[in-house]
Antibody
Framework: QVQLVQSGAEVKKPGSSVKVSCKAS????????ISWVRQAPGQGLEWMGR????????NYALKFQGRVTITADKSTSTAYMELSSLRSEDTAVYYC????????????WGQGTLVTVSS | QSALTQPASVSGSPGQSITISCTGT?????????VSWYQQHPGKAPKLMIY???YRPSGVSNRFSGSKSGNTASLTISGLQADDEAHYYC?????????FGGGTKLTVL
């Protein structure tokens, strides 16, 4: 059973950066993919990008290219999402999600990390 | 790529059936089979309900079913129960991206 545990809530100033972690455990296959999905207050889900940790290959949604960096540490099965040049509109819950390599569906989700951007 | 289009809200009475649509284009929903659906209760992480258009993960009630016709995928919930009240999101995986629908609020009357 896969478990994804994310780092805790963050409060950041506009213009700064935030880095959120997601540690995977249990039943991880070698070619799994981790995506980052965010949800602003009262809004829907928004895909930001994904990484294949074993290959360290990442790709990003056009909206976030240049501002988001997704990395992974294979040795600790931990993925990271760093978002820079933060603005108030980035206030959201950020989720990591494990994508099954056969069904291409998000079968496991982290608990979510609230990032608040406020001066 | 734009988000997939879902109705903002649907409602139904206990025991009834409802269908939520998810409309894309011939370049996304019409061209890929990796449509999935997620249920999200307030304050909780999304939960996978349907994958690859019409398959249910283990543990998901057979009251939930999925289909696709052309550029539109659909989620049908039969025998509505109070606990089905939640937001539902469709999702499409493509080689270069992943798209979500805007979400549909299901109210059980």
């Amino acid at each position: 059973q896969v478990q994804l545990v994310q780092s805790g809530a963050e409060v950041k100033k506009p213009g700064s950066s935030v880095k959120v972690s997601c540690k995977a455990s249990g039943g991880i296959l070698s070619s799994y993919t981790i995506s980052w999905v965010r949800q602003a207050p009262g809004q829907g889900l928004e895909w930001m990008g994904r990484i294949i940790p074993v290959l360290s290959i990442a790709n990003y949604a056009l909206k976030f290219q240049g501002r988001v960096t997704i990395t992974a540490d294979k040795s600790t099965s931990t993925a990271y999402m760093e978002l820079s040049s933060l603005r108030s509109e980035d206030t959201a819950v950020y989720y990591c999600a494990h994508m099954d390599q056969y069904t291409y569906a998000f079968d496991y989700w982290g608990q979510g990390t609230l990032v608040t951007v406020s001066s | 790529q734009s988000a997939l289009t879902q109705p903002a809200s649907v409602s139904g009475s206990p025991g009834q059936s409802i269908t939520i649509s998810c409309t894309g284009t011939s370049s996304d929903v019409g061209d890929y089979k990796y449509v999935s659906w997620y249920q999200q209760h307030p304050g909780k992480a999304p939960k996978l309900m349907i994958y690859e258009v019409s398959y249910r993960p283990s543990g998901v009630s057979n009251r939930f079913s999925g289909s696709k016709s052309g550029n539109t995928a659909s989620l049908t919930i039969s025998g509505l129960q109070a606990d089905d009240e939640a937001h539902y999101y469709c999702c499409l995986y493509t080689r270069s991206s992943t798209l979500f629908g805007g979400g549909t609020k299901l109210t059980v009357l």
